[in-house]
């Protein structure tokens, strides 16, 4: 009987991001394997006495302080991106740092946020990025971010670092919007508004990254998340060991795990817009988004003539009541596209479109790509 090759999975199942790299992995190996799987979520050190026995072909692990001594076996290998830089001679899986950062920072500013603040590690490369991508799209409509840095490898504990955070948080001007580099993270800053008694969402907002259902879910406040799609990551990593471990090595060594949308939970809850009468205006399109609204609806709603509220809202939000409701019309198509098996006939049926050529141009106005392109890029290839 031919034996199954053999690859070491080296990651860890206890966050989102793993659990998701390994489903991608799973579905890989299942239609186009099948391989046979040592996973070991604990660490190398619990592997190396067994390589001889494993035989591996082929390796997928997060990068760790034993990494040297499997890149030095020569054999293929996928590195999971996380305290290091790029590694040369393996396949490294990265996230979009910059984009998560700038879509945070784009659904802060959408929540009516004057102010903001990012929480992350400034030892990590990837909060770095992610702090980066936050504080460059402020710039870019002429607002600054108050920074907080913990140290990865800190050994400060949990409640003295909870106390320094709440701490910082009372000096924050309010009400502010926080991007917390991860969702653990944003979960430690809602900890520390409860010690320095400010309210979330009211008082801060916070969004977190990788939407890591669990995490987010699982507390008295429920996290908005940047969606990170790490399930597509491990089935293209998988592809390419697949394809090295046949004697061809990858021309591409590199694998990104693409960033689609956010999505929103009650931590962002909340309208911090100062002009009551645009807050008005911005719950009404929420609230009727699939019955698209028009711009005479919403100005009848809140009391005022268009005119007048096109002026407020420009002033108040720097865009245009019909920006506004495309924004949001697309950002429900994008969650229905990716979270859903709708067909996008049927997501056309649902949002009020006559056919899918409308919701083609509409989409593709405000994404610059099809909903059939723009659900490919982000979902992994089924075969």
Not at 183 to 206: F, M, R, T, Y
């Amino acid at each position: 009987m031919e034996k199954l090759p053999c690859v070491v999975l080296l990651l860890e199942s206890s966050r989102g991001s793993g659990r998701a790299l390994l489903r991608g992995i799973a579905d890989y190996s299942r239609h186009h394997g099948p391989w046979a799987f040592y996973w070991e979520p604990r660490g190398l050190e619990d592997v190396l006495p067994r390589l001889d026995e494993l035989a591996p072909q082929g390796f997928i692990l997060r990068d760790c302080e034993y990494l040297e001594k499997i890149l030095a076996l020569g054999l293929p290998t996928v590195v999971v991106g996380h305290s290091k830089r790029e590694v040369s001679g393996a396949v490294n899986v990265l996230t979009e740092s910059e984009a998560v950062g700038r879509m945070a920072a784009e659904h802060l500013l959408d929540c009516g946020f004057r102010h903001f603040a990012y929480c992350g590690f400034g030892d990590l490369e990837w909060s770095n990025i992610r702090a980066n991508g936050f504080q460059r799209h402020l710039a870019s409509v002429h607002h600054q971010a108050h920074i907080f840095n913990s140290n990865f490898r800190t050994t400060t504990s949990w409640n003295q670092e909870l106390i320094i955070m709440a701490r910082w948080l009372a000096t924050l001007p309010k009400p502010i919007g926080i991007m917390a580099c991860n969702d653990d993270h944003a979960q430690k800053v809602i900890e520390a508004c409860k010690i320095a008694s400010l309210q979330v969402p009211e008082e801060v907002g916070v969004i977190g990254a990788d939407n890591d259902e669990l995490v987010c879910e699982l507390f008295g406040c429920p996290i908005s998340s940047v969606v990170i799609h790490f399930e597509k990551a491990g089935y293209e990593s998988a592809r390419l060991l697949d394809e090295w471990m046949q004697g061809k090595p990858p021309k591409n060594m590199r694998v990104i795990a693409p960033t689609s949308h956010v999505v929103a939970r009650q931590s962002t809850d909340t309208l911090a817009v100062q002009d009551a009468k645009v807050a008005q205006a911005l719950r009404f399109i929420r609230e009727h988004a699939r019955e698209n609204a028009r711009v005479t609806d919403i100005s009848r709603a809140v009391g005022l003539s268009r005119r007048a509220l096109e002026k407020r809202f420009r002033s108040t939000l720097s865009r245009s009541i019909l920006q506004e409701i495309r924004r949001v019309r697309v950002g429900m198509i994008s969650r229905m596209l990716l979270e859903t098996d709708q067909t996008i006939t049927q997501i056309a049926e649902a949002q009020g479109f006559g056919n899918i050529q409308h919701i083609a141009r509409y989409f593709r106005q405000e994404k610059g790509m099809s909903p059939a392109a723009f659900r490919k890029e982000y979902l992994q290839p089924r075969p």
